[in-house]
């Protein structure tokens, strides 16, 4: 099983060493996948809010939570070239009510519900309208801009630090470790919110070179060289785990070995995403290339977690919480989860 387990960490480390740098610095933070945008990383900063400032910010999180599935609908208007053509008459048809509907062009009622609650306020800080500032720009001329504009996708950012900078000295200072850490992919937009300054942060990633990015990024983080299969700290070192795409990588077998793991070094709370995962009772596993690229069952990895010491807070389905919150709102993929997680 060993020898098992270093052909795979082989075959990982040589379909990740392929890409140059520049690339992994960069294309896990665009599109869909930029944090500021990206509802799973929404979660991630609002579940660390959350053991930081208990209770706090609760209106602020609900609309960053509005703004990250606006935006992503936003992205793909901007996106579609005959769509992002119409920009002005989109824009035109929200100032104009319900009952303006652009030949050609749907608006789905959610979007105008969140366009007619712009600007607002929440916790005393002044939403914008984000909706409006991306509209009235045009769209994007080369292909190497940005579909939404930086300040745009910022909008919460600004708002956070201002937030956050305000805020009472929390009472406790986080041990936290993300495993498959990126080139600091996540970690950016936890120093930019204001966040890293309140917990001791490490970040672990397979790949020197995403490892090379991060410390070039932040000198004074500590980032390091790691396996998931087999992390070099003790027992309960970390207080918090969160963790972003990993697991579906990973053989069967991996799988088990690598939630054995992150339980082992955590001590307490876990905050596990996943991009392909389904509520059927088997593992979908399927290979693409020299990595796995699997549709895990929620059910056998809640049991992995229970194996290893946690028990099950909530399981969120990413696309039926915007659907539900937002009225049949849909989101880039379907099939995306997120895991609370807590040491019994």
Known sequence: ??????????????????????????????????????????????????????????????????FAVAANWLLGIRKNAALAARHDDILRALLAGPR????????????????????????????????????????????????????????????????????????ERPTVVEPACGSANDYRYLDAFGLAAHIDYSGLDLCEKNIANAREMFPAVDFRAGNVLAIEADERTFEICFVHDLFEHLSVEALARAVAEVGRVTDRSFLAHFFQMHEEPQHLVRTREDYHWNRLSLEKVVALFDAAGFELVRAISIAELAACRFQDATTHNEHAWTLHLERR
Do not use: C
């Open 1 to 66: 099983m060993e020898q098992r387990f270093e052909r795979e960490t082989a075959d990982l480390l040589r379909s990740w060493g392929k890409h140059d740098r520049e690339v992994l610095r960069d294309y896990l933070v665009r599109d869909v996948e930029d944090p500021r945008i990206n509802l799973q990383s929404v979660l991630t900063r609002h579940f660390l809010m959350e053991r930081l400032w208990p209770g706090l910010f609760g209106q602020l999180k609900e609309h960053e939570i509005r």
């Open 100 to 171: 303006e509907k652009p030949e050609g062009v749907e608006i789905p009622g959610w979007v105008r519900g969140i366009f007619e609650s712009l600007p607002a306020e929440a916790d005393g800080m002044e939403v914008p309208d984000y909706i409006s500032d991306v509209l009235v720009r045009a769209p994007p001329g080369r292909q190497d801009e940005p579909p939404l504009p930086d300040h745009a996708a910022s909008t919460f950012l600004g708002l956070f630090r201002q937030a956050l900078a305000g805020a009472p000295a929390p009472q």
